[in-house]
């Protein structure tokens, strides 16, 4: 029978914490994939009753092997499914008949293998849900619970020490996530949860680590993905982490998806799904990780228990080359090398040597090889400093020195409580376990060690906006009548729907003859534009149907005929609904503002500068609706040619809050329209003295009600 | 005395390869600065002759110890000078007059303290230069010969093993240069040669350089760089490590110089010099790595010993996600993940399991645990592929498999003629050095692999390019007339230079009247632009002082006065010349194409996209003169908005190559000028349908002869 929610909820909570455990196709045989989970349970010391089901055997390892789930002796909170593929729907059916809830599935030969598998995989399913049976792949390495020793597992990883600690990790990959997980492992960091999720069947990677991020042995989410389904189940986990003050640190790969969205609008085109996955996630905190080095990196500096309360970074060096590589790679990555305050100064010269140099970075030079102590007052001064907010020193070999190093790092941690990270470029192995046992973090590399602490001071400023995310307009789609028609919308229908929303938009009618464009243009009082209004002809310039700037009535009477001619010469067959009337208006940028249901994060809002920029740079920014201002404002900083908005080659600067507050009002109302809002463009949006105003307005409906 | 040139390439190669080495300053305690370097040599086996120079002691370590190097017995080949700064000068001295001709030396106290230790380097450098002894130092760590066990250093590398090898290290920093030899030593890369260049007072980084990479037991070269003084012997350095077949790579900090070139003119601003530095060691070949992680993946690379005919890289993983990941940045590196040939994709379905990937990647996924010799048969067939040169092959721990794995590697290799490489992420340290031993490169991270073999690709295809070096055109000083006059020049004397060394420029003449300006503007037969003309004023549009698209009497008479009413009522000051007379050009693209006399590197030419692009995007790109067609080619080609070149919104494509002339040609006339050319900016440069023409030109010369 389905579960209920609650029911479900419990049912993952047992699965990752059991009290006991059946192995289902358990082998006698500890090197097989169906007999290492048993070997690892037992070796590490897995508190609760395993009963391992196979015909084959009477026992395995001191322990009554069962001859089937049906004989099982109690219903377990947890199944470890290792039988072949063909035999896995039988199997998980058993379970929910003997009243198990939950089960992991090692088992591959489901999606992975094609069509075929798919339609395996669906009927699990389905076959799963009615049995009431809640699953973790198929096609997967299993999961660790180190803290309360479940093996749960056939990966390499568990063959080693695997020091439960304060990070949870969810991989969608079982080979790259084990050697994520021993990359972690001979850094000393702590896996708390490492879990695999295989084909994500049922429960998916946001789920699963939703499951364990409430752990508070947990204190870092690290996750590894390929691709994404439910992006609304990813914003719930962010939203999650944030509220527990826990970073959720991400590695995707396929940056360079060429799978191009399939949109028939011109902007929608570019919207690159991984551009979209990247902009979504930082909204909401996510730091994303650009491989598994730079994850780990971020891992250790957010593992540390100390704060910052700002972007100063102070860096203290015996190589001034070091120095000037991490100040450069700290001013790529948003960190500031500030001035050291006069005072601090001063007490730098007191202590360096004359030819060190006393800015910031501090290079205490190659006297400190010989004299190490240099380190302590230096970089307790740099620390002090009201200006920085973190702190890297960098050192390197000093193989002769490690006790009287490890001393004086203990020491410079007891005179600051800001936090401050040791680079030791080819550290002795002993230096780096002792300094990490006093709880400071050391890296192997600058550039390396100044990206972590990126990761680290933008996790500390995302923080601060907890109220943000929450302070949004909620939304509600009764308010969408319920006569739409699918389909591309008439201009003067959307524009006024924007319109009433509060978007910009300039004043537009329709003209079903040259003497109704005529009154229109007498209305508008000025000069106007004319195009061609027909739901078949979306890229309006390409046949001509637009003309601008028209102000007498000859021109506006043969505008008219002009346009309806040209539209029925080039497109016989299209709908012709009349002619545009619409006032011109000024701008001197060009900016395009588009709306696309996204579907895996739902309803996406886009600005990029218009014309040239957008078609050949690509300099466009995402942001998943809804969203406020300040995000709006966001948006526009991100854009790489964004100085043009404040005026080059004596052209005036716009003002970029009636853009941002034009961005969120749309993202409101696309957000309040998401069951039936397919695409939107708005292209041009002209940008002038008066702030923007849309003049051309392409809206696509399909009712998903 | 000082040296002849070739007496003092005699010092330098005896300095490198002594036969004899004189301590000034020698202690007795080997834990000194001034004692460590006769341990090294004592300890590592130095077969020459050793003679410790301190009045101090009369044996040291059973060497006999001089009380002064007068009392030297021989003239030896190499000093290594370590007594306190105040008493450097005079021990160069007397090395010159025991007849020494080469020291290195240890000592600091000199440009590294301010402007008096400054003066004193200065000094120093002259004295040694009159009494004919070539300097490595001061302020440096010192070097080593590791093929000859020549230890002349007291750095903390020189601690370990230093196994010889086929690299040359020469660096400028002595703390961050011993971590990167470290660095080199724990991943098993043997460092030939190590060498610290310290203050550069004689030998410099390329100098050094070039006295070791002839030795034929060198094969790459490696350097560390925090600055440059003399361009044109790094690109000596560059074409003989060329000449040589020898990959040159290099890491310079100082990547976002906040010192921007001090130049009057617009474009020149942009000149940054790390900009520069980048695009002219590119230009010679000299592979670029952003820090020291990099440069040790990349001569891990090249020193293996197969050569890759083309930029097709074929990934064989065991993990989807990381060949994707791979994937990605190899396209981000100009490497291309070829669609593998028909017969290879039907030997891989033969081999494969049925749910891995048979494209490139090539996923032989998780059955590879179990399976290892998956393996071999789909990276022979890859390999083996006509359209893949070189090959990753990502795995992640198999600890139990390492035999089995290092036997597979080892066949392949023996199966294959083209490089490849092994990313073993969490590899066992025993199969990396069983590996290595065969011959077989191992990284331990997937997108770093890809770094470095797109390194290694675009080194082999550098070196085809072997002739296009030396077919440029020798270049004379002596056409160039003696009357020149520092300064602005006349725009109608810099057009008509530029014009007959075939620079497309627009037709100009200068008018003193408002008759002659009639004048010209008839024997234009068409529309004019009118401009002030005067040293004074480079920027005319700022004083209103250009009129453009002039095409009758009245206008071009009344544009004369206004012209000049404009220039005497902003500028009261400055010199007219009078206003001149161009031709209208006709072109829908705009360049910016400037040169300069860069301060390292001589004459430079930048090109870039005009208007906005150039002032927002700063999308302009650099080049050494001289330079031909194909390198103009390649300048276009990196110009980040270049596509818009080819057409975009309906324009038409304009003619690259005519561009790409236009700047080879100004490259080789700029290099004949360099004696006395300053500054060129052609600014704008319209390009339409018949190639581009130069609209405005401002040249500054000042004479260095």
Known sequence: MALSLQDRNNAVKHMINPRSIAIIGASADFSKVNGRPLKHLLEKGYAGRIFPVNPKYTDIAGLTCYESIHTLPEAVDLAIVAVPARDVIASIEALGQRGVHSAVIFSSGFGEMGPEGKAQEQELAERAHAAGVVLCGPNCLGFVNAFDNIYATFSQYADGDTGAGPIAFVTQSGAFGTAIAALARQRGLGLGYFINTGNQVDLTFSELMLAVIDDPRIRVAAGYLEGLNDGAALVRLAERCHELGKPLVLTKVGRKASGMRAASSHTGAMAVEDVVFDAVIRQYGVLRARNEEQMLDMLEALSQDRVTSGNGLGIITQSGGAGVMMADRAEEVSLSVPELAQTTQIQLDEVMPSFGAAGNPVDVTGQFVAHPELLSKSVVAVMADPNIHVGIIWLQLMTA?????????????????????????????????????????????????????????????????????????????????????????????????????????????????????????????????????????????????????????????????????????????????????????????????????????????????????????????????????????????????????????????????????????????????????????????????????????????????
């Open 401 to 705: 020195h490690v006790d009287k190093l490890v001393r004086i790092f203990s020491e410079i941690k007891a005179q600051t409580d800001k936090p401050f990270f040791v680079c030791w470029v080819a550290a002795p192995i002993e230096a780096v376990k002792r300094l990490n046992d006093l709880g400071i973090v050391v890296f192997g590399a600058g550039e390396r060690a100044v990206e972590a602490v990126s990761a680290l001071v933008k996790f500390n400023a995302f923080q601060k906006n907890k109220p943000k995310l929450k302070a949004l307009p909620s939304t509600s789609s009764e308010e969408i009548s319920k006569d739409l028609i699918d389909g591309v919308q008439q201009t003067v229908q959307a524009s006024q729907w924007l319109s009433t929303a509060g978007i910009p938009m300039a004043p537009v009618a329709l003209a079903s003859s040259a003497e109704e464009a005529v009154a229109h243009w007498l209305a508008a009082q000025g000069p106007v534009a004319l195009k061609i209004e027909s739901p078949d002809i979306i890229h309006k310039t390409e046949i001509g149907g637009v003309l601008l700037n028209l102000n007498d009535e000859t021109a506006v009477r043969n505008g008219y005929q002009t346009l309806m001619h040209r539209a029925t010469s080039a497109l016989p067959e299209a709908k012709l609904n009349g002619v545009l009337v619409q006032t011109m208006s000024k701008g001197h940028i060009e900016l395009v503002i588009g709306v696309q249901r996204d579907p895996v994060f739902g309803i996406i809002v886009m600005v990029g500068l218009g014309g040239i920029l957008v078609e050949v740079l690509k300099d466009v920014v995402f942001r998943r609706a809804p969203f406020d201002v300040d995000e709006g404002m966001q948006m526009l900083g991100e854009l790489r040619m964004g100085s043009l908005l404040d005026g080059v080659r004596g052209q005036p600067g716009v003002d970029r809050k009636a853009i941002a507050r034009m961005l969120a009002d749309l993202s409101v109302w696309a957000h309040k329209m998401r069951p039936v809002l397919l695409e939107l463009d708005l292209n041009p949006v002209l940008v002038g003295n008066n702030g923007p105003v849309a003049v051309d307005c392409v809206m696509v409906l399909r009712d998903e009600r």
